[in-house]
T-cell receptor, first 117, second 115 residues
Framework: GAVVSQHPSRVICKSGTSVKIECRSL??????MFWYRQFPKQSLMLMAT?????????EQGVEKDKFLINHASLTLSTLTVTSAHPEDSSFYIC?????????????FGPGTRLTVT | AQKVTQAQTEISVVEKEDVTLDCVYE???????LFWYKQPPSGELVFLIR??????QNEISGRYSWNFQKSTSSFNFTITASQVVDSAVYFC????????????FGQGTILTVHP
């Protein structure tokens, strides 16, 4: 089956620094990737939709300048949390839509747990 | 606006009991898709099922079964003869027919199966 990886799986950073999270589709091409955020014991909330070669579309209430998304190739999207603060600590999950099987199919990465101290 | 409600925050059962997880959704679309995902303690989402709005046929997969009723906007999930390995958080999710992949998740139900 289609595999999506995320790197790193866990990251701890100091307040005020930036951290980059990578989302890769390993065995398929993904024109669209989605970034979700999950606080402890809560649901997944869509942050943004990332389209290859174009600007990301952010959901209402998500700060574009704080959560920078780049989708430079059909297999890689990155989320950069800039000037991170403790309230940004969360579980970040990406999903990727397979170009060939269509938009009904999407595959989730294993998630990245970010802790800001 | 789309909305998914999982009224049961937590469910605790003893192994071999049957358990049903409820999911109620709201949408004005005629074409939409419903999903169930399992999230074990590791955090990775595991896809369980997808149903489109035009297919109300119930589905069974091993110990898992799903009951989709458009009349009540519900898509309930039943685990028969539960096992300890079923312990996880289960999410119901909705995708609009025109949303090109964007999912709206319910709040999740924490299922704990005791030996």
């Amino acid at each position: 089956g289609a595999v999506v990886s995320q790197h790193p799986s866990r990251v701890i950073c100091k307040s005020g620094t930036s951290v980059k999270i990578e989302c890769r589709s390993l065995d398929f091409q993904a024109t669209t990737m989605f970034w979700y955020r999950q606080f402890p014991k809560q649901s997944l909330m869509l942050m943004a939709t990332s389209n290859e070669g174009s600007k990301a579309t952010y959901e209402q209430g998500v700060e574009k300048d704080k959560f920078l998304i780049n989708h430079a190739s059909l297999t890689l999207s990155t989320l950069t949390v800039t000037s991170a603060h403790p309230e940004d600590s969360s579980f970040y999950i990406c999903s990727a839509r397979d170009l060939e099987t269509g938009w009904r199919e999407q595959y989730f990465g294993p998630g990245t747990r970010l802790t800001v101290t | 606006a789309q909305k998914v409600t999982q009224a049961q925050t937590e469910i605790s059962v003893v192994e071999k009991e049957d358990v049903t997880l409820d999911c109620v959704y709201e949408t004005r679309d005629t074409t939409y898709y419903l999903f169930w995902y399992k999230q074990p303690p590791s955090g990775e989402l595991v896809f369980l099922i997808r149903r489109n709005s035009f297919d109300e046929q119930n589905e069974i997969s091993g110990r898992y079964s799903w009951n989709f009723q458009k009349s009540t906007s519900s898509f309930n999930f039943t685990i028969t003869a539960s096992q300890v390995v079923d312990s996880a958080v289960y999410f119901c999710a909705l995708m609009r027919g025109t949303s090109y992949g964007k999912l709206t998740f319910g709040q999740g139900t924490i299922l704990t199966v005791h030996p």
